[in-house]
């Protein structure tokens, strides 16, 4: 029979790992660490879960107080509670994956002396806590989600091109996709919508493949392809 007085107390934290297309590329935004523990560190923006919180709320929460971005899409996506992830105590961290249409207006806080969008194929060797672990399962999730989700287009603007989402998968996907049965493929799921105005576009990533190309918004299923 199992001693109930003898149950540890476990923080519970969360964790956002924010992608974004920043010159072209995937990014993620990390937080340079002001406090003990890894005191100078890489960190993706996270923090303790208050009293009477929810968990989307503290997400969203300290993703604000600590960088100053807010309105992104945002979903809960693993647990993370190895015993020795925290040096300080026994923590149990829900990850999230953010994503944005456009990079935000960043700021610092009094916890966060540099807050930086970084190349997600170019992060610094070292980060706080288990975060290279958080951060290698959120890409390899937002990868499986492209078969069946639409999900891809948070990271989109509400007007692009094909090739806008040609290269936006690329990205995510880590290789290089045939442009013409891409092209194909996405046009045969019926998420693409013909934009009303087809001189709003500002977001050709790939000038070659965008310029005269026609414009499109995406028929929002959150997130499932019927």
């Not at 997600?120 to 951060?135: E, G, N, R, S, W």
Request: glycine residues 4%; charged residues 15%.
């Amino acid at each position: 029979m199992t001693n109930h007085t003898t149950h540890a107390t476990i923080s519970v934290t969360v964790d956002v790992v924010l992608f974004c297309m920043y010159n072209t590329t995937l990014h993620i935004l990390l937080i340079e660490r002001k406090y003990p523990p890894y005191a100078g560190a890489w960190a993706i923006p996270g923090g303790f879960v208050d009293a009477d919180e929810s968990l989307a709320h503290a997400a969203r929460r300290e993703l604000f107080e600590e960088t100053n971005v807010s309105d992104v899409y945002i979903e809960q996506f693993y647990t993370f509670g190895d015993p020795g992830r925290d040096p300080r105590r026994q923590s149990v961290s829900v990850a999230h994956i953010g994503l944005c249409r456009t990079p935000p207006q960043l700021a610092t806080s009094d916890e966060t002396p540099q807050v930086q969008w970084h190349p997600l194929t170019q992060l610094p060797p070292v980060l706080a806590f288990d975060h290279h672990q958080i951060i290698a399962m959120a890409w390899s999730r937002l990868q499986a989600q492209l078969e069946s989700t639409t999900i891809a287009f948070e990271l989109l603007p509400t007007q692009f091109t094909i090739a806008d989402v040609h290269h936006v998968y690329q990205q995510i996907l880590g290789e290089s996709l045939d442009f013409a049965t891409f092209q194909r493929a996405l046009t045969a799921t019926g998420t693409l919508i013909p934009a009303p105005d087809q001189t709003q576009h500002h977001f050709c990533l790939k000038p070659d493949l965008g310029a005269g190309q026609f414009i499109f918004r995406w028929r929002d299923a959150r997130h499932a392809i019927a």
